[in-house]
């Protein structure tokens, strides 16, 4: 079964770096974007930063210049270079996925859409 499986998350001081990591665990054949959302306690869902499978980026206005999205599509994974971290980005960072073809017994392959990982915490006090 294909999962997304965050890593990297923690507590750190305002101004210091973390480092977010998305591996996708399972045997895939293709994989488009990768995106990494956050949710802050008690609030919605928001998108933090988008990388297509041309590496493409975009991100949040609240993040631009202080975050960085990257992939290793040989490794299957994404990552979220997170620096001068501040207090209003603590939250759980979650990993997504639009679309993944996975290999099908029966078909050859399939497609998955909309895959999200389980979250990582990320604190930063101040």
């Known amino acids: 079964q294909v999962q997304l499986v965050e890593s990297g998350g923690g507590l750190v001081q305002a101004g210091g770096s973390l480092r977010l990591s998305c591996a996708v665990s399972g045997s895939i054949l293709n994989i488009k974007t990768m995106a990494w959302y956050r949710q802050p306690p008690g609030q919605q869902r928001e998108l933090v930063a988008i990388i297509t499978s041309d590496e493409g980026t975009t991100y949040a206005d609240s993040v631009k210049g202080r975050f960085t999205i990257s992939r290793d599509n040989a490794k299957k994974a994404a990552y979220l270079q997170m620096n001068s971290l501040k207090p209003e980005d603590t939250a759980v960072y979650y990993c997504?996925?639009?679309?993944?073809?996975?290999?099908?017994?029966?078909?050859?392959?399939?497609?998955?859409?909309?895959?999200w990982g389980q979250g990582t915490q990320v604190t930063v006090s101040s």
């Open positions: 997504n996925t639009d679309w993944i073809l996975v290999p099908d017994q029966a078909r050859g392959a399939k497609e998955l859409f909309d895959l």
